[in-house]
Each structure stands twice: as structure tokens, then as C-alpha cells.
């Protein structure tokens, strides 16, 4: 049972473009929503997480919306850059540092000059 | 502040051999867990340790144990190795409250 479900799986954006790749949430016990940069050959690295208590959280330029009701929440990459071209993974957990994460099966940005 | 290490990076083995990768917590970090990511795919919790005792399994057989350390390094077990084991195995550490950091992982082959 795929609890999260995460689409686009590929995404072409120009530069300077906005990126935005959506997930879904099965588990309503998920109170831990991160989501995750992972370049080849590299282990996931955490980009921003949000909790369900607020709608949305901006860092530099990426933001994660959140819709509890919905249970669904995306993630916003503005003036996307070269540079961000890697393969991005949602996740949901009941919580923090002692949770398993559930990913979803990633979307890979390429942003082309 | 050293990161999550694992080792070693790529491993060959052979179908029925058993495999042991290791992994080297964040300092501070008390709390680690493995992954298995097959290719294209998100990754896959297999298990997680908390002072040395295993409190989360995921929906992975027996074959696959851990054991974690004092010094809260770990170690992933794989017995009887199968084709569908070829997988990036990653760790990831944290602390109790705390995000997950995660190791670049050990890209196992099984021929």
C-alpha cells in the first residue's frame, strides 16, 4: 500500500521558472511532513519540512503548502536554477527523530538554462 | 560536526552470500535507521535502533537484522542474498526531536 503518493515523476522547468511537485497522504497519524533533495550518487539531503498545524513555510526560495483536510501538500521551488536539478522525495512520519519515514517514489526536476 | 558515514560505498556479491554494511552516526545522534532504495524508487524503511534495541521494522523479512553500538554506529545485515536485494542501502541518524540525516549509502550489487 503506497501511503504516499507523489507526482510528477519528471518535471522539465525552465530557468527562473516555477517548480511545484505534489504529494498525497494516506496515514492521517503522519504529523511530519519533510520533503528531500537527492543528487546521484548522494543520499537524501532534507531541503524544508512543515507539520500540519500551519499551511504554509517559506525558506529562500522554496515553499511548502499544506492542506490537512485535503491531505495533500506540495512543494513551490521559485527562480528554479540549474543548480536544482536533482531528484526531490516527499515524506510523511507520526513525527520527529524516532519515526519511521514513509517517501513517496520522487520526482526528477530538470531545469534547463 | 562529522556527518552520517557508511561504508563501503559499492559492494559485489554473489546470489545466497550474506553482506554486512556499516554506518557511523552524526555526533549527538542516538537514534539510526536503514533504508533500502531500489533504483527510480523512494526509499524503503527496513528498520531503526534506539539505545541498541530495534523499536520499527518495515515490511522486510528476517534475513535483514542490525544491530546498533554504545557509540551508536550500526551495522545492516543481509542473509541468503537475493537479485532483488541490488539496491542503494542508505542510514540515516537523528536525535529525538530532530530531523533525519542520512548517509550517501552503499550501492550493493547481487549477481
Known amino acids: 500500500q503506497q501511503q504516499v503518493k507523489q507526482s510528477p515523476q519528471s518535471l522539465i522547468v525552465q530557468k527562473g521558472g516555477i517548480s511545484i511537485i505534489n504529494c498525497a497522504y494516506e496515514n492521517t497519524a503522519f504529523d511530519y511532513f519533510p520533503w528531500y533533495q537527492q543528487f546521484p550518487g548522494k543520499g537524501p539531503a532534507l531541503l524544508i519540512a512543515i507539520r500540519p498545524d500551519v499551511s504554509e513555510k517559506k525558506e529562500g526560495r522554496f515553499t511548502i503548502s499544506f492542506n490537512k483536510s485535503a491531505k495533500q501538500f506540495s512543494l513551490h521551488i521559485m527562480d528554479s536554477q540549474p543548480g536544482d536539478s536533482a531528484t526531490y522525495f516527499c515524506?510523511?512520519?507520526?513525527?520527529?527523530?524516532?519515526?519511521?519515514?514513509?517517501f513517496g517514489k520522487g520526482t526528477k526536476l530538470s531545469v534547463i538554462p | 560536526e562529522t556527518g552520517v558515514t557508511q561504508s563501503p560505498t559499492h559492494l559485489i556479491k554473489t546470489r545466497g552470500q550474506q553482506v554486512t554494511l556499516r554506518c557511523s552516526s552524526q555526533?549527538?545522534?542516538?537514534?539510526v535507521s536503514w533504508y533500502q532504495q531500489a533504483l527510480g524508487q523512494g526509499p524503503q524503511f527496513i528498520f531503526q535502533?534506539?539505545?541498541?534495541?530495534?523499536?520499527g521494522r518495515g515490511n522486510f523479512p528476517p534475513r535483514f537484522s542490525g544491530l546498533q553500538f554504545p557509540n551508536y554506529s550500526s551495522e545492516l545485515n543481509v542473509n541468503a542474498l537475493e537479485l532483488d536485494d541490488s539496491a542503494l542501502y542508505l542510514c540515516?541518524?537523528?536525535?529525538?526531536?530532530?530531523?533525519?540525516?542520512f548517509g550517501s549509502g552503499t550501492r550493493l550489487t547481487v549477481v
Open positions: 535502533y534506539y539505545r541498541e534495541e530495534e523499536n
Open positions: 555526533s549527538g545522534h542516538n537514534t
Open positions: 515524506a510523511g512520519s507520526p513525527g520527529t527523530g524516532s519515526y519511521q519515514l514513509t
Open positions: 540515516a541518524s537523528s536525535r529525538t526531536g530532530d530531523g533525519y540525516t
